[in-house]
């Protein structure tokens, strides 16, 4: 599998972006170029005995630096492109949406520029092997109301200045297919959760303040709902897409695994309680705080099209995947109290 192929893969400092190049290097041949700027979301520590690896490397590189890019296109020669470089924090697009149309918007673009301009320098051959794969949200289709899911087909209705950002460069890469012929594909994904996840995020900053015994802040009512998906399944099928998918086509990516926010911090506390007794019961510390603006109230992802088209399944049920989170975070404080000591900023976090 990808044996003698070279991948790009930009935001592999991230979180599911690292679970691309662990998945890449462990169960395929592929040589992987790992293209990230190191913000605060990178973490290189996700990416445990790697730096050594003979089909690694690595390049500190912003996606929206054209220049950079091109001379790593040069000396490379991919022959597909995966881009998860992203600024992905819903709070935080609304305290600083510029970051985010500069990163999503423009990074995007200037990647598909250079990607274009080496794609063309290419043989009939390798150009007709390239592919360029966009990794994107089910955020853009905007919020579902009790009933119903987003299928491929559904229109885009973005909500927060981050999936309007992902919206738009979802567009970009279709338009770089349909004018230029640029061999691209779009992925959209439902919530991943797993290890390596950014403390900022619901999961793991729920499992880390209930270590802490700190409040657990819920927002709103904490009946908005998400469709929860293992990292690992989800590099799974990016692998699958990339190697199947049909050029010029988008896939749906999810695990039909709808859960409340309440339910899922729940349950958080109840295995925190398990594997890391204290008193008094962890449920106690739920706190519900204001809500967040222009809350999705429910996400629902149908993925029909990838599990017949691509037979792509998801191994890990949500009960043994949060299970396996809950104690991974348990056994990995060094991992996450490292970043914790770093400092990162966030208006929303802590609150409660
Ligand atoms: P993340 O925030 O954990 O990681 C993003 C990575 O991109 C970081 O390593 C960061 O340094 C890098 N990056 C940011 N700006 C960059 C730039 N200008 N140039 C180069 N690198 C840059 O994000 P994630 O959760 O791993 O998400 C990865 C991708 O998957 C994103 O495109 C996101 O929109 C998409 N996605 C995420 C989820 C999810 O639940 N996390 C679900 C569906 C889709
Ligand atoms: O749906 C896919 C998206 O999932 C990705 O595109 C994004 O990159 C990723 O960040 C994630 O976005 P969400 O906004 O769904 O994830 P977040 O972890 O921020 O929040 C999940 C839900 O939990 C959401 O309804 C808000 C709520 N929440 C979040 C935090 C951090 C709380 O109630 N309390 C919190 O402290």
């Known amino acids: 599998r990808f044996d003698g192929i070279t991948i790009f893969v930009t935001g ?4 599911i972006g690292s679970a691309v190049i662990r998945h890449l290097l462990a ?19 996700s990416l445990p005995g790697v730096s050594s690896h003979p089909r690694y490397v690595f390049a500190q590189q912003c996606i929206g630096e054209g ?22 924090h819903v709070d935080r697009s609304i305290d600083g949406p510029a970051e985010f149309i500069q990163t999503n918007v423009v990074g995007t673009f200037t990647l598909l520029q250079e990607a274009l301009r080496h794609w063309r320098a290419l043989t009939p051959a390798s150009r007709a092997r390239f592919r360029f794969l966009h990794v994107s949200t089910d955020e853009v289709f905007g919020s579902l109301g009790t009933s119903g899911s987003f299928s491929e087909d559904t229109a ?29 594909m779009v992925t959209n994904c439902s919530n991943n959760y797993g290890p390596y996840h950014f403390p ?51 896939y749906n ?3 039909r695994c709808e859960r409340t926010n309440l339910d899922v911090v729940g349950r958080i506390c109840d295995l925190l309680d398990e594997i890391s007794p204290g008193a008094p019961e962890r449920r106690g510390l739920i ?20 599990e017949r088209e691509l037979g792509w399944r998801p191994r890990e049920d ?31 976090i802590g609150l409660g």
């Open 287 to 306: 706190n519900f705080v204001a809500d967040r603006p222009g809350h999705d109230l429910r996400y629902a992802m149908d993925p029909g099209k990838i």
């Open 67 to 88: 220049a950079g890019l091109r001379a790593l296109f040069e000396t490379y020669q991919p022959d597909a492109v995966m881009n998860l470089a992203a600024e992905s």
């Open 156 to 184: 885009y209705a973005p909500n927060s200045p981050y999936s309007a950002s992902k919206a738009s460069s979802d567009h970009l890469v279709r338009a770089w297919r349909e004018t230029y012929d640029l061999p691209t």
């Open 253 to 255: 990516i999810g695990a």
């Open 27 to 45: 169960d395929t041949g592929a040589r992987v170029v790992n293209i990230d700027k190191l913000t605060y979301a990178a973490n290189l520590d």
């Open 200 to 250: 900022e995020k619901l999961i793991p900053h729920m499992i880390i303040r209930g270590l802490a015994g700190e409040p657990l802040p819920v927002y709103g009512d904490g009946g908005n709902v998400r469709d929860w998906l293992y990292v690992a399944d989800h590099a799974e099928a990016l692998t699958l897409v990339l190697e199947h998918g049909k050029v010029g086509e988008t």
């Open 318 to 348: 949500f009960e043994s995947g949060l299970a396996k989170t809950v104690r991974w975070f348990c056994n990995n404080r060094t991992w996450w109290q490292n970043i914790l000591d770093r400092g990162y900023r966030s208006t929303r």
């Open 12 to 15: 592999g400092a991230g979180f």
